[in-house]
């Protein structure tokens, strides 16, 4: 039996369906990775205490406040672990798992973050027509083929918080102030909205990530491959002269990030690969793991690269070129723009 509410914050998650604050809501309903649901906040918390709504805007958590988000997964090494439960009734406990939005039974905590925030499940968002609404509704189609003949500028790391996102705004904002058409995506992580918008205000004319596909997150998903090329050919609509791709989290890891290496497809269309690495192991680690599978990383990024020790070490130790995103950003778009300008697929292994 449903029943309307009003809900106080809306994540961010959901918005592809771009929900009002009333809602109907039916909590007699299996759960389902990527169904919407409201839980209320069973107490406040001072770290990872806040929600980024649909309008890109940080919001604090508050006891009591009813909260929209949608039901997904998490895999994250310095994050909070959890899974959609397999059965859900009215008052159960959930967890937030991310700032985006993705709910779940939490498994696992990071103790930097404290326990997850608990929600008490009051019930899932239903239509008209009472069936469950979900994120995956009118969903970009996957694809197990690549129609986009665009060049890619991938840009993947050794782990979660090691620069990728910085590097790939800094990439679309240098190559768009040379007179580049460039378009973005993200392809693999948890669902949040500011790495897309961020990427938009760096000059993007457009930007996806799996959301667009229908997912809350890559967690336990083998393959993001076909989300990827279905992400890739919907870009490719908007003409662009190159397309800036970040693999969120680690190329190893819960998120299927290895998945992409691994497609010769995808692979020949890749004109540069950027790695950003926390430190040096990780740059090291990161080379001879994509070495194994035949992949050439042209570029290493991140942390790793902050100053001269690393830097050094990087270009001497691994005969790479060192670019840190932070103090060298003209210099990572110009190495990106010469290489897709000059890159064709019979030149990429």
Same mark, same amino acid.
């Given at each position: 039996?449903?029943?309307?509410?009003?809900?106080?914050?809306?994540?961010?998650?959901?918005?592809?369906?771009?929900?009002?604050?009333?809602?109907?809501?039916?909590?007699?309903?299996?759960?389902?990775?990527?169904?919407?649901?409201?839980?209320?906040?069973?107490?406040?918390?001072?770290?990872?205490?806040?929600?980024?709504?649909?309008?890109?805007?940080?919001?604090?958590?508050?006891?009591?406040?009813?909260?929209?988000?949608?039901?997904?997964?998490?895999?994250?090494?310095?994050?909070?672990?959890?899974?959609?439960?397999?059965?859900?009734?009215?008052?159960?406990?959930?967890?937030?798992?991310?700032?985006?939005?993705?709910?779940?039974?939490?498994?696992?905590?990071?103790?930097?973050?404290?326990?997850?925030?608990?929600?008490?499940?009051?019930?899932?968002?239903?239509?008209?027509?009472?069936?469950?609404?979900?994120?995956?509704?009118?969903?970009?189609?996957?694809?197990?083929?690549?129609?986009?003949?665009?060049?890619?500028?991938?840009?993947?790391?050794?782990?979660?918080?090691?620069?990728?996102?910085? #590097?790939?705004? @800094?990439? +679309?904002?240098? /190559? =768009?102030?040379?007179?580049?058409? &460039?378009?973005?995506?993200?392809?693999?992580? !948890?669902?949040?909205?500011?790495?897309?918008?961020?990427?938009?205000?760096?000059?993007?004319?457009?930007?996806?990530?799996?959301?667009?596909?229908?997912?809350?997150?890559? #967690?336990?998903? @083998?393959? +993001?491959?076909? /989300? =990827?090329?279905?992400?890739?050919? &919907?870009?490719?609509?908007?003409?662009?002269? !190159?397309?800036?791709?970040?693999?969120?989290?680690?190329?190893?890891?819960?998120?299927?990030?290895?998945?992409?290496?691994?497609?010769?497809?995808?692979?020949?269309?890749? #004109?540069?690969?950027?790695?950003?690495?926390?430190?040096?192991?990780?740059?090291?680690?990161?080379?001879?793991?994509?070495?194994?599978?035949?992949?050439?990383?042209?570029?290493?990024?991140?942390?790793?690269?902050?100053?001269?020790?690393?830097?050094?070490?990087?270009?001497?130790?691994?005969?790479?070129?060192?670019?840190?995103?932070?103090?060298?950003?003209?210099?990572?778009?110009?190495?990106?723009?010469?290489?897709?300008?000059?890159?064709?697929?019979?030149?990429?292994?």
């Amino acid at each position: 039996m449903s029943e309307q509410i009003r809900v106080h914050k809306i994540a961010s998650a959901t918005s592809r369906l771009q929900l009002e604050a009333e809602l109907q809501i039916d909590p007699n309903i299996s759960p389902e990775n990527g169904q919407v649901v409201v839980g209320e906040a069973l107490r406040e918390k001072r770290i990872y205490a806040e929600l980024e709504l649909v309008s890109g805007r940080m919001a604090k958590i508050l006891k009591g406040d009813r909260i929209v988000g949608v039901l997904g997964s998490r895999a994250a090494l310095r994050g909070f672990v959890g899974t959609v439960p397999s059965q859900l009734f009215f008052g159960d406990t959930l967890h937030v798992l991310n700032k985006g939005g993705v709910i779940g039974r939490c498994t696992s905590s990071n103790q930097d973050l404290g326990d997850a925030l608990p929600l008490r499940y009051l019930g899932t968002v239903v239509g008209p027509d009472g069936g469950a609404r979900n994120i995956g509704e009118n969903a970009i189609a996957e694809s197990q083929s690549l129609e986009s003949t665009v060049p890619i500028i991938l840009v993947a790391g050794s782990c979660m918080n090691s620069g990728k996102t910085q #590097a790939a705004c @800094e990439i +679309v904002a240098g /190559l =768009t102030s040379f007179g580049v058409r &460039v378009a973005a995506g993200k392809v693999s992580g !948890v669902a949040c909205l500011r790495d897309v918008l961020n990427m938009q205000d760096h000059g993007a004319i457009d930007a996806l990530s799996f959301i667009d596909c229908g997912h809350p997150s890559t #967690a336990g998903i @083998e393959s +993001v491959v076909p /989300l =990827t090329k279905g992400i890739l050919n &919907v870009l490719s609509a908007s003409s662009p002269d !190159v397309i800036v791709l970040e693999i969120g989290d680690g190329i190893v890891g819960g998120y299927g990030c290895e998945s992409l290496f691994q497609d010769d497809e995808l692979m020949r269309q890749c #004109a540069f690969l950027v790695f950003c690495a926390n430190d040096l192991l990780a740059a090291w680690g990161g080379v001879r793991f994509l070495e194994q599978i035949g992949r050439t990383i042209d570029c290493i990024s991140g942390p790793a690269t902050d100053n001269e020790v690393g830097t050094q070490w990087v270009e001497q130790s691994l005969g790479l070129r060192a670019v840190n995103a932070r103090t060298q950003p003209g210099d990572l778009a110009r190495l990106s723009g010469k290489a897709f300008r000059s890159w064709s697929p019979v030149k990429r292994r």
